[in-house]
């Protein structure tokens, strides 16, 4: 069965540029959640989706979003980058809410 | 969510068996005990999770103390592939389609697990 998927998995992008990472999740699994890995803060949650609709959401701010489409595959958006937004960014997915499969993430640098 | 305590580090010799500690003394009645692994360059892994009881799967076993402020993530032979940081996480339920901790895990520091060979 696959597992879940990211694209692009590496990226470079410039200050002030926006930037679309894409999430396929596991067949099945309707709760796609998105995290975001930087060596100083670790790994912080910044959303989730479940059946199209933003079910949870962290502390970042209005520059990142993201949305669900009704086959469950997510798109995460960050506008305006900034330097400090370079990080790698996890999707996640689950079907039971016990145990959550994450992908193997998309590398954004941001110069 | 209730914090988890865990060393930040530690060491293991191949096939040995190794015990990770996590405290969490704040742990409500409800919170269940999750443990993940990230190996490197690779999305976190779960590993095991459990309410009061210990629990046993094909990966490690979840020890947990009687008064549940404490437990013990027991790897029974580590290999050279179990080398990671593992993540001991709480989590309130419910784990249902409404329910808001669905699909949020709250990530500590962890525990760098170094196995030599």
């Known amino acids: 069965k696959a597992g879940v998927t990211q694209t692009p998995r590496y990226l470079i992008k410039t200050r002030g540029q926006q930037v679309t990472l894409s999430c396929s999740p596991i067949?099945?699994?309707?709760?796609v959640s998105w995290y975001q890995q930087t060596p100083g803060q670790g790994l912080q949650f910044l959303f989730e989706?479940?059946?199209?609709?933003?079910?949870n959401k962290g502390n970042f701010p209005g520059r990142f979003s993201g949305r669900q489409f009704s086959n469950s595959r997510s798109e995460m958006n960050v506008s305006t980058l900034e330097l400090g937004d370079s990080a790698l960014y996890l999707c996640a997915s689950s079907r039971d809410g016990n145990t959550i499969y994450f992908g193997e993430g998309s590398w954004l640098t941001v110069v | 969510d209730a914090k988890t305590t865990q060393p930040n580090s530690m060491e293991s010799n191949e096939e040995e068996p190794v015990h990770l500690p996590c405290n969490h003394s704040t742990i409500s009645g409800t919170d269940y005990i999750h443990w993940y692994r990230q190996l490197p360059s690779q999305g976190p892994e779960y590993v095991i999770h459990g309410l009061t009881s210990n629990v046993n799967n094909r990966m490690a076993s979840l020890a947990i103390a009687e008064d549940r402020k404490s437990s013990t993530l027991i790897l029974h032979r580590a290999t050279l592939r179990d080398a990671a940081v593992y993540y001991c996480?709480?989590?309130?339920?419910?784990?249902?389609?409404?329910?808001?901790?669905?699909?949020?895990?709250?990530f500590g520091q962890g525990t760098i697990l170094t196995v030599h060979p």
């Open positions: 996480i709480l989590r309130s339920p419910p784990f249902t389609a409404g329910g808001t901790s669905y699909g949020k895990l709250t």
């Open positions: 067949s099945g699994h309707r709760s």
């Open positions: 989706y479940f059946s199209e609709t933003q079910r």
